[in-house]
């Protein structure tokens, strides 16, 4: 509907955690608690082990460090040195499942959906691990025009987007400038040598990596 919060519509979204690393976010609003409503999503439909076979989740932090949570056998999360987790995912931030076992998980999230349009996150200079989705289709290249990418003709030198595929491998953007139409103020695909169509969305867990040059900015979902 065209206001989710006044309808109060409800869903239920399972992203798949596949073996390996898989990129994702909270598909619904949620508490984004490891100890909370979120991990509990999370322990449910993933492997714990005492050893060091558990199922783990990684959050890139704030100057390019990563933190890292692992599964006891009690469907705890548990800190690196071994604490109780009582971390609090970031809003709009993604994380990795790395996912031990040889099978794909489908990790159950469910609550209200809906995303007003009107939130902020920062994307700060460098990596950035963004989740955005929340219950509803997320236009790529309407919602990145939020942030004013910063582009280049080079690689090296504009904003790059990095998009997981279900079958593991990577999709790698770049925001183009300098290269006459139909290319500048597009991002381009460098695998399939494309312009990224007005119309590709991220589905609602969906997660992705933001390589900013320039300063912070805010991007508007």
């Known amino acids: 509907g065209a206001a989710p919060d006044t309808n109060r519509l409800w869903g239920v979204i399972k992203p798949t955690a596949n073996p ?14 490891f100890d909370g409503a979120m991990g509990t999503n999370l322990a449910a439909a993933l492997t714990g082990n005492a050893g060091g076979t558990a199922d783990k989740v990684h959050v ?6 990563w ?15 071994g604490a109780v987790s009582t971390y609090e995912l970031p809003e709009g931030a993604g994380f990795f499942v790395e996912r031990q076992s040889g099978t794909a998980a489908e990790v159950p999230f469910s609550g209200p959906v809906g995303n007003d349009g009107t939130k902020t996150n920062v994307l700060n200079t460098g990596w950035n691990l963004i989740g955005l989705s929340e219950g509803k289709l997320i236009q790529i290249k ?3 025009a939020t942030a004013g990418p910063v582009g280049a003709a080079v690689e090296t030198q504009a904003d790059l987007l990095m998009i997981q595929k279900t079958d593991g491998t990577w999709r790698r953007l770049m925001y183009v400038q300098g290269w006459g139409a139909p290319y500048d103020g597009n991002w381009f695909d460098l695998q399939s040598f494309q312009i990224l169509s007005s119309n590709e969305v991220l589905e609602p867990g969906a997660a992705y990596y933001y390589l900013r040059r320039g300063g912070a900015t805010d991007v508007e979902f």
Do not use: F, I
């Not at 390996?20 to 608690?33: F, N, Q």
């Open 67 to 81: 933190r890292t949570l692992w599964l006891d056998e009690n469907k705890r999360w548990r800190e690196a040195g």
């Open 20 to 33: 390996g690393y898989t990129l994702m976010s909270p598909g619904v609003r949620s508490d984004r608690k």
């Open 142 to 144: 309407q919602t990145l």
């Open 60 to 65: 890139l932090q704030a100057g390019g460090s």
